[in-house]
């Protein structure tokens, strides 16, 4: 059991936190592997042309996702996190080599639906990375997820593309199925003996919250609206933003494509100063200003006749993006702790969910309604009233003592 207050159990939480975020690594990476290419997938391996088929398998996933997630939460107030964990990356590897044998679109969407239930339990991963780092280094830690994240659907973007250009594309869910019972084997050898906040019996009970009945708290459901209002916000410009790029500005689909990526790129730019940025007597002042600033790059991209102001426009809203979403993990992580957590968590999650559900919908609603460029302009006027959501609720006070802060989180 790792001691608290100790040099060797820093070093031995940071090898920990390390060997998790590895695991998010890899989940991502193979999680979005195919992501830009489902309908590519479709038609070479079921022979499916029909676009609205990607469309109602994307949907499938996603309620899936809303609907499993605060169960698993809710499962770790009952029974030890680590384990529900371990058994979810079992249960998730095995309906990953399953789809490698799916002989129908149908049975694909099934397994698949198995799969999710199972990989819905990774939510539990983040919490554990937010409590191995100290009370001060939590933005350091939200620093390093965020991280991990982009950098996975960078480079999954770019190796998707080569994966259609294998014979038997299916067999690609044995090489993510190995990857599974990779990050089940990191999982048990690390987190081993070791006891948290986050199962019930590892800690000392935490004093009871504000929070009251999670689904139902005020508190949650506005920090809930937070969330899914950024995701839609994120989500409804991605789906035509090439083929925007392409009309509106005549670039190519590989420069379209690399623009696609660009916010992802300086988002990874200005993580490493993130601990830094997001300070407890700052957070308020950096969550509108990261907001505005993304309203203001959403509105360039939306509004410039030139290749140079999408290219500052895409910048901006990476950046900004990298920072709100941050800020709003903290805010979270610093109220909540142990078993709760992961509980509001998992809520927080399906509200991302959700708002992943509905934007594709609103995009193709605006796209064809008003042209390529509306869903740059609301994903604009979104990220306004999110502001003023988040200014008006006051779901954050500074801490009138700002506790000793940790600008770099635990050391990896």
């Known amino acids: 059991m790792i001691q608290a207050g100790g040099t060797p159990a820093l070093r031995s939480k940071g090898r920990m936190q390390a060997a998790l975020l590895g695991c998010v690594f890899l989940g991502l990476f193979t999680e979005m592997l195919l992501s830009p290419y489902y309908t590519q997938f479709f038609s070479q391996v079921f022979g499916i042309e029909d676009y609205s088929y990607t469309g109602f398998y994307l949907f499938v996933c996603r309620l899936t ?7 698993w939460g809710w499962l770790a107030r009952k029974a030890e996190a680590k384990r529900l964990l371990l058994a979810g990356q079992a249960g998730t590897a095995l309906a990953t080599a399953l789809l490698a044998s799916a002989g129908s679109a149908t049975e694909f969407i099934v397994l698949t639906v198995l799969l999710l239930l199972f990989k819905s339990s990774y939510m539990l991963i983040y919490p554990i990375v937010m409590e191995l780092g100290d009370q001060g280094g939590r933005a350091g830690s939200a620093a390093k997820f965020h991280a991990v994240h982009h950098t996975a659907i960078l480079l999954a973007s770019l190796a998707g593309a080569h994966m259609l250009t294998m014979e038997k594309p299916l067999t690609l869910f044995y090489g993510a199925a190995a990857a599974d019972v990779v990050q089940l084997l990191v999982c048990i050898a690390v987190l081993r003996g070791w006891k948290s906040g986050l199962e019930p019996g590892g800690e000392p009970a935490q004093p009871k919250s504000t929070l009251g009945k999670p689904l139902l708290s005020r508190y949650v459901l506005t920090l809930g609206m ?27 689909t590989d420069i379209a494509g690399l623009l696609y990526l660009l916010p992802h790129a300086f988002a ?12 407890p007597g700052r957070l308020h002042t950096v969550y509108l200003s990261g907001v505005g600033a ?24 990476g950046m900004f993006l990298a920072i709100t979403m941050a800020v709003l993990d903290v805010i979270l992580f610093e109220k909540e702790q142990g078993a709760k957590a992961a509980l509001v968590f998992s809520v927080m999650v399906s509200f991302q969910t959700a708002g992943e559900l509905l934007s594709p919908l609103i995009a193709s609603f605006l796209s064809i ?27 954050y006070k500074a801490p009138k003592e700002a506790t000793k802060w940790n600008l770099s989180g635990s050391k990896i």
């Open 369 to 395: 309604r008003a042209g390529l460029g509306a869903p740059l302009l609301a994903a604009s006027m979104l990220c306004l009233v999110n502001g003023l959501l988040f200014k008006w609720s006051h779901i």
């Open 65 to 71: 996702v809303v609907l499993c997630s605060p169960v």
């Open 226 to 252: 937070l969330f899914f209002s950024l995701t839609v916000a994120n989500q409804i410009v991605r789906p035509f933003f090439t083929p925007y790029a392409e009309e509106a500005f005549r670039l190519t």
């Open 294 to 317: 993304m309203a203001a790059g959403l509105m360039l991209q939306a509004l410039t006749d030139g290749v140079a102001g999408l290219i500052i426009g895409r910048m901006l809203y």
């Open 268 to 279: 990874l730019l200005l993580l490493p100063v993130l601990g830094r940025i997001c300070r």
